[in-house]
């Protein structure tokens, strides 16, 4: 089809792809659960960070969740690159003060 593009896929939200990275991401080798912990889930998160430490695509994560891969319907979760949301919260905010 040609012409101009519809509103309603205009609107649609993006869907963001890791890259080829992801592919070495640790966290794809265990419970990804452990990740995404309940409210609470202080020992789950710790397991998750710990992991994260150690993945040879931390960086590559963390960029990732900072371009909103990390962001669904408004609310911030997971554990991403080792950091929680409100570390990735303060990542946001360090970087646009320095953009700014
Ligand atoms: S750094 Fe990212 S890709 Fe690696 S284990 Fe942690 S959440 Fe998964």
């Known amino acids: 089809m040609t012409g101009t593009p519809r509103p309603a896929a205009a609107a649609a939200p993006v869907l963001l792809i890791p890259g080829p990275w992801a592919e070495d991401a640790l966290c794809a080798q265990t419970d990804p659960d452990l990740w995404f912990p309940e409210i609470g889930g202080h020992r789950e998160a710790a397991t998750a960070r710990r992991i994260c430490r150690a993945c040879p695509v931390r960086a590559e994560c963390l960029d990732y969740a ?32 320095a953009a700014a």
């Open 66 to 97: 900072l371009a909103g891969a990390d962001t669904w319907n408004g609310f911030t979760t997971g554990i991403w690159g080792g950091t929680s949301p409100a570390e990735r919260k303060q990542i946001r905010r360090a970087r646009k003060a």
